[in-house]
Nanobody, 116 residues
Framework: QVQLAESGGGLVRPGDSLRLSCLASSDVSNYHMAWFRRPSGKLREVIATIQPTGRTWVKDSVKGRFTISRDNDKKTVFLQMNSLKPEDTAVYHC???????????WGQGAQVTVDS
């Protein structure tokens, strides 16, 4: 079973940037991967996906601000987040694109808090 470990979260001000990393315990280069977020008291939502080919999709609400990428040699998927807004506050998780693969075990996630 692949283990996932998210890192890079923190407390930032509106307009700041963060880069989240998701390190996998084994090779995930053949998997469609995704970033999800769960704001407090709300449902988890998928916000970005990346195919094995590198083709990406991002949710409209973060388009132009968030970028998903992967480094297969490092077994890592990244989420670059720019121009952060208070509504981006959430726990962020990575996992497989659930429309393509069963989920791996969920990691602890990375808390992102955007507050002035």
């Amino acid at each position: 079973q692949v283990q996932l470990a998210e890192s890079g979260g923190g407390l930032v001000r509106p307009g700041d940037s963060l880069r989240l990393s998701c390190l996998a315990s084994s090779d995930v280069s053949n998997y469609h991967m995704a970033w999800f977020r769960r704001p407090s008291g709300k449902l988890r939502e998928v916000i970005a996906t990346i195919q094995p080919t590198g083709r990406t999709w991002v949710k409209d609400s973060v388009k132009g601000r968030f970028t998903i990428s992967r480094d297969n040699d490092k077994k890592t998927v990244f989420l670059q987040m720019n121009s952060l807004k208070p509504e981006d506050t959430a726990v962020y998780h990575c996992n497989t694109d659930l429309s393509r693969h069963p989920a791996f075990a969920w990691g602890q996630g990375a808390q992102v808090t955007v507050d002035s």
